[in-house]
């Protein structure tokens, strides 16, 4: 059972579009983080949501934890070919040190 | 670098031998957690210990896998008379605390079993 599905799976676009990667569960999550993982590599921490409704901004990454701490969605805004990666979202239940994530979203930007 | 280190990088074993990944965790963590990634998946937690302490191994198969976390030296992922189906790659991280708190991982070890 995956408890957290992202969409789109893949994305192919457009050096300077803007795009949006969702992260969804049925599950009630303490916090939720977005990692961008590049070929070869681990996965590299980006942010950590923890209040519902809590927006943070990293230049031009928008990240969103949904009021009920069920969901979250990444914005790329003016997307850049430095962009390219594998995006995973990964939540903890109840402060739990156990990161369940999610089978990623492969962003591919086309200069 | 401070960062999470796991050596080797690139591991091959033939089927029945066995493969030892290590990881040394950030300066100052204490808590080191392992897991697994299968090709085009997201990772799948694995095992959590802290120093000489294994915490939590549910997510470890319960044959052909152990870890330890020694009071010194690195953390070690061993897997005992691999197959074909152990392939993947093996990530480790680690946090300053257990709970709720951020984890950072290493550029993790590409097991390919033959």
């Known amino acids: 059972t995956q408890l957290l599905e992202q969409s789109p799976q893949f994305l192919s676009i457009q050096e300077g579009e803007n795009l949006t990667v969702y992260c969804n569960s049925s599950?009630?999550?303490?916090?939720l983080q977005w990692y961008r993982q590049e070929p070869g590599e681990g996965p590299v921490l980006l942010v950590t949501v923890v209040t519902g409704g809590e927006v943070k901004k990293l230049k031009r990454l928008t990240f969103q934890f949904g009021d009920a701490r069920k969901d979250s969605s990444l914005h790329i805004t003016a997307a850049q070919p430095g962009d390219t990666g594998l995006y995973l979202c990964a939540g903890a239940k109840d402060s739990s040190y156990k990161l369940i994530f999610g089978s990623g979203t492969r962003l591919l930007v086309r200069p | 670098n401070a960062g999470v280190m796991q050596n080797p990088r690139h591991l091959v074993r033939r089927r029945g031998q066995e493969a030892r990944l290590r990881c040394s965790p950030m300066?100052?963590?204490?808590?080191v957690y392992w897991y697994r990634q299968l090709p085009e998946e997201g990772l799948k937690f694995m095992v959590y210990?802290?120093?000489?302490?294994?915490?939590?191994e549910s997510g470890m198969p319960k044959e052909r896998f152990s870890a330890e976390f020694p009071k010194e030296g690195p953390s070690i992922l061993r897997i005992q008379q691999v197959v074909r189906g152990d392939s993947a790659a093996y990530f480790c991280?680690?946090?300053?605390?257990?709970?709720?708190?951020?984890?950072?991982f290493g550029q993790g070890t590409r097991l390919t079993v033959v």
């Open positions: 300066k100052g963590h204490s808590h």
């Open positions: 991280a680690s946090s300053l605390l257990g709970e709720g708190t951020e984890a950072f």
């Open positions: 210990l802290q120093k000489e302490n294994i915490i939590d």
């Open positions: 599950s009630v999550f303490s916090s």
